[in-house]
């Protein structure tokens, strides 16, 4: 099993209209392609304005192949540009994680 957890910065005073933006046009083609998250939240203290949403394959190749599949969606490609016109997001970091074997994660 391959956990990919990101966090997003959203610049200060946008989270709302980024995750409304998102909502509306980039979670139906990102589901799609990758199934549901195991998670999607954002800060309500400690680091403010992120967003981290983690998402689990099966391993490198499955994450690879629906990437690939999602990336090339017209509905992922709209969702790219409107989010990258917006310009909410600040950065992004993407950690590629290995659950330990004692404490398996169960398939979303």
Not at 37 to 53: D, K, R
Not at 54 to 64: C, K, N
Request: without cysteine; glycine residues 6%.
């Amino acid at each position: 099993m391959l956990v990919d957890h990101r966090t997003y910065r959203i610049k200060p005073g946008k989270m709302q209209a980024h995750l409304d933006l998102y909502e509306q046009y980039g979670f139906g083609p990102q589901t799609r392609h990758l199934g549901k998250p195991l998670a999607y939240m954002f800060a309500e203290s400690g680091e403010l304005n992120t967003i981290v949403h983690i998402w689990v394959y099966e391993d490198a190749a499955d994450r690879t192949r629906r990437r690939a599949a999602m990336a090339a969606d017209q509905d992922w490609q709209n969702y790219l540009k409107k989010s990258a016109d917006a310009g909410y997001l600040e950065n992004q970091t993407t950690k590629l994680m290995i659950p330990a074997k004692f404490a398996p994660l169960a398939k979303p």
